[in-house]
């Protein structure tokens, strides 16, 4: 005898396919277990009702539902049997599939201690803007030093080359004065003295007897070239005469120039 099935629902929900309807037949009698044949994902499955429920039929239609397990949403469904005991197979639509759970974000944040975290945040910038202000104020001193400094330096470089050209100038006329004492006095003393005065004849007297004439009245050359070599001051065999002026400004030249070397060579040293 057969039977049929009046299918009121085919869904998936909860991690099952849910089956419901009604079974008529002519006679009330028991069908035997059922199986949902169902294609998931490309993939061909059969599930057995849980409980191993079985289905019956009745004249004025028996009512039946079961779940098949079905853990994971299926993402694309293909035809769909049910089979009733070892002959009977009942065609299905395709189950009907709730809406995909939407994605939910990141949880909102806690506000709990918001005031709390913004006058926090405040307070650490008040102190930021401080250590800013502060950092300005030392950076515009340290250039204030600065500038000071490299002022200070420029004058005391400026003393240090005025001091030394003084120096130098001083030393230059010490130099320059000693000198010309020396050679002066290497002049002076190197001059010959004065000849002495002559001798001034005293007008004979008439009564005064006549002077006695010399022995040699009469001189010749020789006897003046003679006379006029030993009346000469001897000089150092070797020596510059210094009675004659050439030679006296050639010494004091000389001299000059050595106290000059030797000023030189002390200002070197000393500075």
Do not use: N
């Amino acid at each position: 005898m057969s039977a049929t099935f009046e299918l009121e629902r085919f869904a998936w929900e909860d991690g099952a396919f849910e089956v419901a309807g009604r079974w008529r037949a002519d006679s009330a009698r028991g069908l035997g277990r059922a199986r949902l044949v169902v294609e998931v994902d490309g993939r061909r499955r059969r599930i057995g009702a849980q409980g191993g429920k079985q289905a019956s039929a009745a004249p004025e239609g028996a009512d039946w539902r079961a779940r098949f397990q079905c853990a994971r949403r299926p993402e694309r469904l293909g035809p769909a049997e049910l089979e009733v005991g070892g002959d009977l197979v009942i065609d299905l639509p395709k189950p009907e599939l709730p809406d995909k759970e939407p994605v939910l974000g990141p949880p909102p944040p806690d506000v709990r201690g918001a005031e709390a975290l913004l006058e926090q945040l405040r307070s650490e910038r008040a102190e930021l803007e401080a250590a800013a202000k502060r950092l300005a104020q030392q950076r515009e001193a340290a250039e204030a030093a600065a500038k000071r400094l490299a002022e200070e330096r420029s004058a005391a470089e400026a003393a240090a080359r005025a001091s030394q050209e003084r120096t130098e100038r001083l030393a230059r006329d010490v130099a320059e004065g000693v000198a010309k004492d020396v050679a002066e006095r290497v002049v002076r003393e190197s001059a010959p003295p004065p000849p002495p005065p002559r001798p001034v004849p005293v007008a004979a007297r008439a009564d005064s007897p006549p002077p006695i004439a010399p022995r040699f009245a009469t001189d010749t050359p020789r006897r003046e070239a003679i006379r006029e070599a030993l009346s000469r001051p001897r000089e150092p065999k070797g020596v510059l005469p210094l009675h004659e002026p050439g030679h006296q400004r050639e010494l004091a030249y000389a001299l000059a120039g050595l106290i000059v070397i030797l000023v030189a060579v002390l200002l070197v040293l000393l500075l």
